[in-house]
T-cell receptor
Framework: KQEVTQIPAALSVPEGENLVLNCSFT??????LQWFRQDPGKGLTSLLLIQSSQREQTSGRLNASLDKSSGRSTLYIAASQPGDSATYLCAVCFNYGQNFVFGPGTRLSVLP | EAGVTQSPTHLIKTRGQQATLRCSPISGHTSVYWYQQALGLGLQFLLW???????NRGNFPPRFSGRQFPNYSSELNVNALELEDSALYLC??????????????FGNGTRLTVT
């Protein structure tokens, strides 16, 4: 069964701290992996997309890495800000089925 | 460029009724995905349409159905509504599935409440 898990489930940090969110998946046969943020009651905003052939992607203060062989991805957020407070979701597009499977998310709170 | 649009924003129905939710993808996108996000739960995959055809279906009963129109917009129908169908329904679009390099783009969702 194709599953995606995320740890921690929730995280609270003071403003300015660097942090890492983790995503694990059960099948290494993937097309790509995408990180999203979701604000309460809203849709999802795409942050980064990593193709299966890539090791990492960067956008501003965000850096996402991918290790297909170990079934893991990390999202690194540098110099966190209160505006970063949201739920962060990892989604994996597996070769079989070709639909995106989502993890349960990590709820991040950045305290001013 | 207009994003993915969903309508209505909110929908209130009574148990046993039918609900119809609509989604317009980004121009040029032919794939449409539907997800259910119940309160406190993760996103559950419902349906995937590409170029008018149903490509994949999640583990939901047959009363959840949909279709994709020639202009690539999509409709999700939920028959015989149950209380546990109350959720945020999210639609996403992407370019043709043969090009797996592109990210998913989501709409803001339809909040369905079943009373």
């Amino acid at each position: 069964k194709q599953e995606v898990t995320q740890i921690p489930a929730a995280l609270s940090v003071p403003e300015g701290e660097n942090l890492v969110l983790n995503c694990s998946f059960t099948d290494s046969a993937i097309y790509n992996l995408q990180w999203f943020r979701q604000d309460p009651g809203k849709g999802l905003t795409s942050l980064l997309l990593i193709q299966s052939s890539q090791r990492e992607q960067t956008s501003g203060r965000l850096n996402a890495s991918l290790d297909k062989s170990s079934g893991r991805s990390t999202l690194y957020i540098a110099a966190s800000q209160p505006g970063d407070s949201a739920t962060y979701l990892c989604a994996v597009c597996f070769n079989y089925g070709q639909n995106f499977v989502f993890g349960p998310g990590t709820r991040l709170s950045v305290l001013p | 460029e207009a994003g993915v649009t969903q309508s209505p924003t909110h929908l209130i129905k009574t148990r046993g009724q039918q609900a119809t939710l609509r989604c317009s993808p980004i121009s040029g996108h032919t794939s449409v995905y539907w997800y259910q996000q119940a309160l406190g739960l993760g996103l559950q995959f419902l349906l995937w349409y590409d170029e008018g055809e149903e490509r994949n279906r999640g583990n939901f009963p047959p009363r959840f159905s949909g279709r994709q129109f020639p202009n690539y917009s999509s409709e999700l129908n939920v028959n015989a509504l149950e209380l546990e169908d109350s959720a945020l329904y999210l639609c996403a679009s992407s370019p043709p599935y043969r090009g797996r390099e592109s990210p998913l783009h989501f709409g803001n969702g339809t909040r369905l409440t079943v009373t």
